[in-house]
């Protein structure tokens, strides 16, 4: 069964760096067969893609976002990380990581909320 | 890149059929047949419905059928039943190797 799940802070200040870390429970994880995502849902909102990973590293961003995102992967440890950087009110939202097969997404973490505000 | 429309709302009464679409452009709905669709409970994570376009994942029920016409792609709900109220949204692979999300659909059963 494929776990994953996200961790960090649920609140960070404006203009601060917004950091998650998403834990995978499977031994898919350094198979080269999956992508790694995260995704975020503002209140009330649809959901929006921010970017994926490659186990070997290479990634894909948002093109919205892509100027501020950096999904990094750490195969030791099965985790890959979000970094979002002069985050605002509008960054405020629930932040998903999952698992991506070819361009669908087969299994997602609980979700985290993060509040940006001071 | 803009997110694919969907209807805001959708509802039906127990038995009926309804269909959610999701509309896009040629470089993401109507270019490839990488379109998925999700469930989602409140408070919930999303649920992967349909894969490919037309694909379920095991364990889904076969009331639930994806389609794509042009650049419209769609999820049909047959024999609706309470516990598919829920919101759905759509997702298609992109020109520029990225993935859009559709704006989201709230269905309710009447």
């Known amino acids: 069964q494929v776990q994953l799940q996200e961790s960090g802070p649920g609140l960070v200040k404006p203009s601060q760096t917004l950091s998650l870390t998403c834990t995978v429970s499977s031994d898919s994880f350094s198979s080269g067969s999956y992508y790694w995502s995260w995704i975020r849902q503002h209140p009330g909102k649809g959901l929006e893609w921010i970017g994926y990973i490659y186990y070997s590293g290479s990634t894909y961003y948002n093109p919205s976002l892509k100027s501020r995102v950096t999904i990094s992967v750490d195969t030791s440890k099965n985790q890959f990380s979000l970094k979002l950087s002069s985050v605002t009110a509008a960054d405020t939202a629930v932040y998903y990581c999952?698992?991506?097969?070819?361009?669908?997404?087969?299994?997602w973490g609980q979700g985290t909320l993060v509040t940006v505000s001071s | 890149q803009s997110a694919l429309t969907q209807p805001a709302s959708v509802s039906g009464s127990p038995g009926q059929s309804i269909t959610i679409s999701c509309t896009g452009t040629n470089s993401d709905v109507g270019g490839y047949n990488y379109v998925s669709w999700y469930q989602q409970h409140p408070g919930k994570a999303p649920k992967l419905m349909i894969y490919d376009v037309i694909n379920r994942p095991s364990g889904v029920s076969n009331r639930f059928s994806g389609s794509k016409s042009g650049n419209t792609a769609s999820l049909t709900i047959s024999g609706l039943q309470a516990e598919d109220e829920a919101d759905y949204h759509c997702?298609?692979?992109?020109?520029?190797?990225?993935?859009?999300f559709g704006t989201g659909t709230k269905v309710t059963v009447l």
């Open positions: 999952a698992r991506q097969y070819k361009y669908y997404f087969d299994y």
């Open positions: 997702s298609s692979y992109t020109s520029s190797s990225t993935l859009v």
